[in-house]
């Protein structure tokens, strides 16, 4: 599994603000969380039924299909696509 997860791609997105209640970070976070999140919804992308995280005793990451459930059961401002959008373009090299 470790193998698995190392070879997995990411980008580091830099947000240049101060952590608190109304930082683009806790916005990424809120918003990213809420809109991958299959909690109460119709999943788009549900999780294969071998996924460990089908048998937490929590049911929000059972039914969300994310380990991270803070704001899971919210909806998502699609505003924020444009924030991260513009943060992803300040990490890609020109």
């Not at 997860?5 to 109304?22: C, H, K, M, N, T």
């Not at 809420?34 to 049911?59: K, M």
């Not at 969300?64 to 444009?82: I, M, R």
Request: charged letters at 30%; zero cysteines.
């Amino acid at each position: 599994m470790s193998a698995f997860v190392r070879e997995q791609p990411f980008l580091w997105v830099p947000l240049d603000d101060e952590p608190g209640a109304d930082s683009d970070r806790r916005v990424l976070e809120r918003n990213s969380i809420a809109l991958l999140s299959n909690f109460d919804r119709e999943p788009v992308d549900p999780r294969r039924t071998d996924w460990i995280g089908r048998h937490s005793r929590s049911r929000a990451i059972r039914e969300s299909g994310l380990w991270n459930v803070d704001h899971a059961d919210e909806q998502y401002d699609g505003g924020f696509l444009g924030l991260f959008a513009d943060a992803v373009d300040d990490a890609t090299p020109p």
